[in-house]
C-alpha cells in the first residue's frame, strides 16, 4: 500500500470535524512480541490498547514524530526501520490519518511515563487486547500477515 498525501491542510472554516489529524503509530518488535500501550483514563478512548505514537507537529517527519513520541510516552529509544501501510479512521467529531511503521527496539526500558500500561505480546496474542477500533484492522493485517512483516515469528 502506497503512502497517499493526507490532506492535513486542510483550510476549511466548517470547524474541527473537517481537520484530520496526522499520526504516526510504531509497530515495535523485539525478539517476537510487539509492544503495545493502554490509553489513559480521561483521553479519548481511555483504558483501550493501541500501538503506541501520536500526533505528528508541523514541518516534523514522521520518523521524527515516533521517536518523539515513543521517548516521551514510554521513555524507549527506537528505530524506525520501515512503513508499513496507512489508515483512514472516522470517531465521532475526528478523523485520523495513521501511519503504521515498523520499529525496533534500540535502548531503555518501557515506563508508563503517558500511559497506563504497556506489555510486550506475541503477534498471535493481539486479539486479546480490547484496541481502540481504528487499529483493529491493522491487528487483522498483522495476524494474517505476520510472517511477511516480522520475518516469521
Known amino acids: 500500500m502506497k503512502k497517499k498525501k493526507s490532506g492535513s491542510k486542510n483550510k476549511s472554516r466548517r470547524g474541527r470535524k473537517d481537520k484530520v489529524n496526522e499520526v504516526g503509530c510504531a509497530i515495535i518488535e523485539n525478539k517476537g512480541k510487539l509492544l503495545i500501550a493502554q490509553r489513559l483514563p480521561g483521553q479519548f478512548l481511555g483504558g483501550y490498547w493501541e500501538f503506541p505514537g501520536g500526533k505528528r507537529h508541523d514541518q516534523e517527519s514522521m520518523a521524527a514524530c515516533l521517536t518523539r513520541e515513543i521517548r516521551e510516552e514510554l521513555g524507549i529509544e527506537i528505530r524506525v526501520l520501515k512503513f508499513l501501510f496507512q489508515m483512514y479512521h472516522e470517531y465521532p467529531g475526528k478523523r485520523v490519518l495513521l501511519d503504521f511503521y515498523l520499529c525496533r527496539w534500540v535502548s531503555g526500558e518501557p515506563a508508563r511515563l503517558e500511559c497506563l500500561n504497556f506489555a510486550w505480546v506475541p503477534v498471535l496474542d493481539l ?27
Open 127 to 153: 486479539k486479546k487486547y480490547n484496541f481502540v477500533p481504528a487499529d483493529t484492522a491493522v491487528i487483522n493485517e498483522l495476524t494474517e500477515k505476520r510472517f511477511y512483516y516480522f520475518g516469521g515469528i
